[in-house]
């Protein structure tokens, strides 16, 4: 269990146990930031759209989840049917045992382009796809760090769907708004290199990652990253039937952490985060 049950408060909001609530300037900020990631995916033709707050296992098991990080994975389940009535005369503080609990047929989403891609399963598509969506998603973690490292967070993903050069051009496109965007706060962040999530470390895409790296994150001077372009190259394609032109469809997506990028932007503001607003909205208006 991650390290963490007092509250740790940083002016406008409060972080308990990998999870943060925010007063008002602090939500202003981050629906500026969410504006702003959503405006530049419509621009860029996409298609907002939500999905399911809930994962099934059973889909998950066939995009490698289970194999590749199930230490990340928040289950849901109910109190078994039979041990309702033990909880409703409980009087004792405590979490519920898990021998109470059902099995759990899913999961809270880690990331927001799970849904998106379940969802456009069996998908056959002559033309390609553009889809912007926002999800709160879950990562257990070994420990939190204020709104660096959350359990519960904001993610704003766009993500396009089509052939290899059209993830490429999608992903190399929003490298240029970021880049321009992060001069125009002030914002020092660099590109680096990470590693893909979706792959198996010992796999062959793995190792065809290392020739050609397939994740990028925009990094800030203090290790925070917020955000990432990712190309999954044709995986999602093949384990979920999405064809585009007759072929596993390539896919690839952006992903924004709103509450990191809030972190970095308290620091470049010194805590004046409606402030930090105006200029999150001004410098996106100048995109």
């Known amino acids: 269990m991650p390290a963490g049950d007092s509250a740790v408060r940083t002016g406008?909001?409060?972080?308990?146990?990998?999870?943060?609530?925010?007063?008002?300037?602090?939500?202003?900020?981050?629906?500026a930031l969410d504006d702003v990631f959503t405006d530049w995916g419509t621009r860029s033709g996409a298609e907002q759209m939500t999905f399911p707050p809930l994962l099934s296992a059973d889909d998950l098991r066939t995009l490698d989840y289970f194999r590749n990080f199930p230490h990340l994975g928040s289950p849901v389940s109910r109190i078994?049917?039979?041990?309702?009535?033990?909880?409703?005369?409980?009087?004792?503080?405590?979490?519920?045992?898990?021998r109470d609990l059902a099995d759990a047929g899913h999961l809270l989403p880690s990331a927001a382009c799970y849904g998106c891609f379940l969802h456009f399963s069996g998908t056959r598509t002559e033309t390609p796809l553009r889809v912007s969506t926002a999800a709160q998603c879950f990562?257990?973690?070994?420990?939190?760090?204020?709104l660096r490292r959350l359990w519960g967070f904001t993610m704003r993903e766009v993500i396009c769907i089509g052939s290899a050069e059209h993830v490429r051009d999608h992903l190399e496109h929003f490298h240029g708004r970021l880049a321009a965007f992060a001069v125009d706060l002030g914002l020092p962040l660099s590109r680096q290199p990470a590693t893909d999530p979706f792959f198996q470390k010992d796999g062959a895409r793995a190792v065809m990652q290392l020739l050609a790296p397939v994740k990028d994150e925009y990094v800030h001077t203090d290790g925070t990253a917020v955000a990432s372009m990712n190309n999954h190259r044709n995986f999602f394609g093949e384990r979920r039937s999405l064809t585009y032109a007759g072929k596993p469809a390539f896919t690839g997506c952006v992903a924004f952490g709103l509450e990191r990028w809030m972190h970095v932007l308290n620091e470049r503001f010194e805590g004046d985060l409606r402030t930090a607003a105006t200029a999150v909205r001004k410098a996106g208006e100048g995109e």
Do not use: I, K, M, N
């Open 12 to 31: 406008p909001w409060a972080v308990r146990d990998g999870l943060a609530s925010f007063g008002e300037p602090a939500t202003v900020l981050l629906r």
């Open 80 to 98: 078994r049917p039979d041990r309702l009535e033990a909880h409703s005369s409980r009087t004792t503080v405590g979490p519920v045992p898990a």
């Open 139 to 146: 990562r257990r973690e070994d420990r939190y760090d204020g």
